[in-house]
């Protein structure tokens, strides 16, 4: 009797707790997936906070970005998808489409409106690359100079890069042709919107590298975002590209003697995809993160931890300051006007097609 | 032998014993007049499956955790099944196209090429072709994906026109009502969301023999619908390719004029109409997608690599390229992997070459210093082991550069003039010294538990018969120490030329080694197939010196303790 009373209840408790769980339909637990460091700490207190005061949710970190690409294509393979948001450029949001490893997303549907009411399709605007990219961040890759070693002339102009005799000693550029030939060409006379038309044609990619050959000596190549900081802290080069993030602590955090080149730096944006094969709860919960992440005010709160533009326009105005150092944020935005008076767009599609010819190149030019 | 017991045995055993034993005129027996191979082999065999027992955990576990993912990773190398199951049409008829003349290809091919793309655009199979091909020909990846957006189109002229002719051709029942058997009609009917699985699609008799093609992709729709998107194909309005696969049967061979199943009426306008309907070059459709479509090379590449399997990705690992004339040598400015690999093995013998020079003695000292203070100093040679390698790299690094400790020593010394410090990383040297403090410990302790073993009364022997220390060294100790140098130089030229951390933080450009470009290629270019090709060069490499090292040296010769 007592037996057959326990496990009515217990049935029944059962049957009420899976209809709760389905009337939620979403995962109570969550795999996020970004870069580490000051970049996952400034999500971790303008999105991820917020995110489980408001739900409960229990979100749990992942530092896995810098080989999310490759991770997706084999946890895919594998059929068991582990992670629920990844934090990647756009560049890899673009191959990840490609290879049908992310999920299609219809903005004006999924994403929030903005603020002043514009559609998150109108908000992002351009900055909605491909089909499966959420964009959250501007970040530009620009070149940082020793102010103490430039002597009195301080640089002003890309070129400075390309210039020995004005500004003799090393400097460091990323270990990939991206970046790095747009720059030598514009130095070698290019007009600025020619630069993608010379760089398809094989005389075009000579002309970048014999260009570049032209400072190959005095060239440190990095591959880690940290490396040109360092080397500029330590003053193995006088000047150096890196991401403009990186240069901002290095400046005002750090208090070196080191100054933004803005000129020509290359915008390129970072945001959010949602991988295929996820469960529906779990896609529900995602898109559910994704929504409140992205909307005007998380995107705007971001800024105040980290110097990367947000990517909505009606964010923008919402920029305030820096939550320790107390400064306003929006002079260090690469977005600003007055960084932002000559600049490049990362070219998408042109590189998803010739980063494997021109890389190729590029490396063969490195090690001959 | 001969003088054991032998016994003449009966006629039953003795095609046994032919077989156990020819050569002797009779089998031995055992005790219990088994002969004695046989039971001898019984015991051995039992003695095997326990042994086999005992460490078949440890296999399991490596042929699972090991072998397996390496298998199927290297197998990559030469795996190239999704050209043809992406484009399975196409690359059929490609087989008749001679690619190596001056022109592209026919309509035929072109309406294949739209079957394909079409059903590979729904299955979003197109773009993952498209940065497959990317690696053979700059450019492709666009050409899909463009190509993707917008062949949905192409077909719409057909979709328009039976549309407009009546509006029985709009839905997905009517077009069901025509396609599909009544017991499959019925059982949809019927059918709700919440039963799970719909009844798979049943063709009506007969249709396939009067409408072949539109069977065909109305066939491939239904099975898509199904189970790819898992919709009620019922109710779904069917795809534009359908409509020009019916044009193309209404204005073909089979005449529709007997037929009196379902729709029959509507079949027959359509039948009539279709013969004037406006319609589709499809060549020139895709070349007004993109110009690339009548470009050669396109094609070129896509029948050279449709085969199932492809030695492209090792061609292309030995700086060639599979062309339509066979594999070629890529342009000078493109071959980088033969420098890598001459590279890495050079780099990694001269590794192995210091980490002798500064092993060896480290090793005698501790080998003969007594126990208590030799376990001291051993420490010490193991405390790089408990160091994370990122650090001790790291440390190198500030170790190393021109305003590093080394260098602002030097300067101060007056060696070296402050406006020309050494470059002593970002450079081979770099790779070199770097690599050789990290791979030491690996060389020391065989050397170490080499040397243990090696009597010092030798020494005291050949030197009281009037050898000189050197002598007594060289052609007394050293001989004896060789199997420790053996054994660690394996260990440490193995280790080196896999390598790749050490030698991306530290090697600059001219110090870097074959398998960073191997990461490259898996976590980066996602270009998987040709660096499991590297990766199986590299392996091979190995195994071929250590098969020299083997015929040379002999691996007997090698002792880890």
């Not at chain 1, 900081?229 to 150096?240: F, K, N, T």
């Not at chain 2, 059929?92 to 190596?100: R, V, Y």
């Not at chain 2, 193991?382 to 160091?387: A, I, N, Q, R, S």
């Not at chain 2, 394996?490 to 530290?506: K, N, R």
Request: glycine share 6%; charged share 20%; aromatic share 10%.
């Amino acid at each position: 009797m007592n037996l057959t009373k326990t496990l009515m209840t217990s049935t029944a408790l059962t049957v009420a707790a899976s209809m709760s769980f389905a009337e939620s339909h979403m995962a109570n637990e969550m795999t996020i997936v970004s870069w580490g460091g000051a970049y996952s700490n400034s999500q971790q207190k303008a999105y991820h906070d917020p995110y489980m005061e408001k739900t409960g949710v229990k979100i749990i970190n992942d530092e896995s970005s810098n080989e999310a690409v490759a991770k997706l294509r084999a946890m895919n393979e594998a059929g068991n998808v582990t992670w629920d948001v990844v934090d990647v450029v756009a560049a890899d949001a673009l191959r990840l489409c490609d290879e049908g490893l992310a999920m299609e997303i219809d903005p004006d549907e999924m994403l929030a409106d903005g603020d002043d009411g514009s559609k998150a399709s109108d908000d992002f605007g351009d900055l909605l690359v491909g089909d499966c990219f959420i964009p959250q961040i501007v970040y530009s890759t620009t070149v940082g100079y020793r102010t103490d070693l430039v002597g009195d002339k301080a640089p002003t102009d890309i070129c400075a890069l390309f210039d020995l005799e004005a500004y003799p000693g090393k400097r460091s550029l990323e270990k990939r042709p991206i970046n790095n030939m747009e720059w030598a060409l514009l130095c070698d006379g290019v007009a600025k919107d020619e630069v993608y038309d010379v760089l398809e044609t094989a005389e075009g990619q000579q002309q970048a590298l014999d260009k570049l050959a032209t400072i190959k000596d005095n060239v440190v190549w990095w591959s880690a975002g940290a490396d040109t900081p360092q080397l500029l802290a330590d003053g193995e080069v006088i000047m150096g590209s890196t991401y403009n993030g990186r240069l901002f602590s290095l400046i005002e955090e750090q208090n070196q003697p080191v100054a933004m080149l803005w000129d020509a730096q290359v915008f390129d944006l970072d945001g959010w995809i949602i991988p295929t094969g996820l469960t529906d709860e779990r896609k529900a919960r995602a898109l559910d993160y994704i929504m409140f992440a992205t909307d005007t005010k998380r995107l705007a709160d971001q800024a105040k931890y980290i110097a990367y533009g947000p990517a909505r326009k009606s964010s923008a105005p919402l920029v305030d300051k820096h939550a320790e150092l107390g400064i306003d944020m929006a002079p260090h935005m690469p977005t600003d006007p007055e960084n932002a008076k000559n600049t490049f767009l990362y070219n998408y599609e042109f590189w998803a097609d010739y980063r494997d010819d021109i890389d190729a190149k590029f490396q063969a030019w490195l090690v001959q | 032998m001969s003088d054991a017991p032998t016994v003449q045995t009966a006629a039953s055993s003795a095609a046994e014993a032919r077989a156990a034993d020819a050569a002797h005129t009779g089998p031995m027996l055992a005790a219990d007049g088994t002969p004695l191979k046989k039971s001898l082999n019984r015991a051995l065999r039992l003695q095997k499956v326990r042994a086999l027992a005992l460490i078949g955990p440890l296999l399991i576990f490596v042929l699972v955790t090991f072998i397996a993912p390496i298998a199927d990773m290297l197998f990559r190398s030469v795996e190239n099944e999704i050209v043809s199951n992406t484009l399975p049409r196409t690359t059929d008829m490609l087989a008749e196209w001679d690619a190596k003349g001056t022109e592209f290809p026919q309509e035929p091919i072109f309406e294949a090429l739209y079957d394909d793309m079409f059903f590979a655009k729904e299955a979003k199979l197109h773009t993952r072709l498209g940065s497959r091909l990317n690696y053979e020909l700059t450019g492709v990846s666009s050409l899909f994906r463009k190509t993707g957006r917008k062949v949905d189109d192409m077909g719409e002229v057909y979709q328009d026109q039976f549309e407009d002719l009546d509006d029985f051709w709009k839905t997905g029942e009517n077009w069901n009502s025509l396609m599909a058997s009544d017991g499959w009609l019925v059982a949809m009917d019927g059918w709700k969301k919440s039963d799970g699985k719909q009844p798979p699609f049943e063709l009506r008799e007969g249709i396939a023999e009067m409408l072949p093609a539109t069977t065909e992709t109305y066939v491939r729709f239904a099975d898509f619908i199904q189970n790819q998107d898992e919709d009620n194909l019922y109710k779904k309005d069917p795809w534009a390719i359908v409509y020009s696969s019916l044009h193309a049967d209404l204005t073909g061979q089979n005449s529709v004029a007997s037929y009196t199943g379902p729709a029959a009426a509507e079949l027959k306008a359509a039948a009539a109409a279709a013969p004037a309907f406006e319609t589709v070059n499809f060549s020139e459709a895709f070349r007004d997608i993109d110009k690339d479509w009548h470009a050669l090379d396109v094609w070129q590449t896509i029948k050279v690599y449709s085969p199932k399997y492809t030695s492209g990705y090792f061609l292309n690992a030995v700086d060639m390229q599979k062309s339509v004339d066979g594999p070629e040598l890529r342009p000078e400015n493109e071959r980088i992997y033969g420098i890598l690999f001459w590279r890495t093995i050079v780099m990694s013998v001269v590794i192995t070459g210091s980490c002798i020079l500064l092993g060896y003695p480290v090793a005698w000292i501790l080998a003969n210093l007594p126990v208590r203070q030799a376990n001291l100093l051993l420490i010490l040679v193991l405390l790089p082991f408990w160091t994370s390698l990122l650090v001790r790299t790291s440390a190198w690094k500030v170790m190393l550069q021109q305003e590093g400790v080394i260098n602002d020593t030097l300067v101060w010394l007056g060696l070296v003039a402050t406006d020309d410090r050494l470059a002593l990383i970002n450079n081979q040297t770099g790779t070199i010294i770097a690599m050789t403090h990290i791979l030491l410990p690996f060389m020391i302790l065989p050397l170490y538990s080499v040397m243990q073993t090696i009597q010092p009364s030798y020494l005291r022997a050949a030197k009281s018969l009037g050898a000189t220390n050197w002598t007594a060294f060289w052609r007394v100790y050293f001989p004896q120490s060789i199997p420790g140098i053996g054994a660690g130089s394996i260990l440490v030229f193995i280790l080196a030329i896999g390598y790749y951390i050490t030698p991306a933080i530290v090697g600059g450009t001219s110090g870097t080694f074959i398998s960073n470009r191997i990461a490259y290629h898996i976590s980066s270019s996602l270009n998987w197939g040709l660096g499991a090709a590297l990766g199986a060069i590299l392996l091979a490499a190995v195994l071929l010196l250590y098969y020299a090292y083997d015929k040379i040296v002999g691996i007997d010769n090698v002792k880890l303790g």
